[in-house]
């Protein structure tokens, strides 16, 4: 079966839009990525498409889809990051960054472990779904299951010399995670 290209959604036409068409006739209307400010250098994949603007500064009908627009984690409406690590997730999730730069990020980072009490400095580990034991870590407060007793903050260049051959799991909820072989850590 031969690859269709997903069905072109026109962007809604704000108020702005209008002006700015209103005030340069005769061109294109160009939709950027929300997360790009349109005044700033556009990369051809942050632009999502174009709409043609005639004499009048009317914006035409047809929406002409940008073939090499990848949607940014905003367009995605990814939750706001609060972290370094979050935000590499986010954008490594959504095709701009390469899975490659996930480790020496793991390890610079600060990541939030289980605890089953303030003085507990044990690392631990979960078996998941299929019996595979992984340890799970949260890059913030926002992902750290509700059912842990507790956390404790712990560097990743530390947590990843005491994985014990087991893999990371970062945010093992949700809604991004990422799984990382320890022995890509080491």
Do not use: K
């Not at 627009?69 to 409406?77: C, E, F, G």
């Amino acid at each position: 079966m031969p690859d269709t290209p997903p069905p072109v959604v026109s962007p809604e036409i704000t108020s702005r839009m209008r002006a700015s068409a209103m005030a340069n006739p005769n061109t294109w209307l160009y939709v950027i990525d929300p997360a790009f400010d349109a005044d700033a250098d556009i990369p051809p994949w942050g632009v999502v498409g174009v709409y043609r603007v005639d004499a009048a500064g009317e914006i035409g009908p047809t929406f002409r889809r940008n073939t090499e627009y990848r949607p940014s984690p905003t367009a995605l409406r990814m939750p706001a990051a609060s972290s370094g690590l979050e935000r590499l997730l986010q954008w490594i999730t959504s095709g701009h960054r390469a899975e490659a730069e996930l480790p020496a990020a793991v390890l610079r980072a600060r990541l939030l472990v289980y605890a089953t009490a303030p003085e507990d400095r044990s690392v631990t580990a979960f078996p998941d779904r299929s019996g595979r034991i992984m340890v799970p870590a949260c890059t913030s407060v926002a992902h750290v299951p509700a059912a842990w007793p507790g956390w404790r903050e712990v560097s990743g260049r530390e947590l990843a010399a005491r994985l014990g051959g087991h893999p990371l799991v970062i945010n093992p909820i949700g809604p991004i995670t990422a799984l990382l072989p320890a022995a890509a850590l080491g």
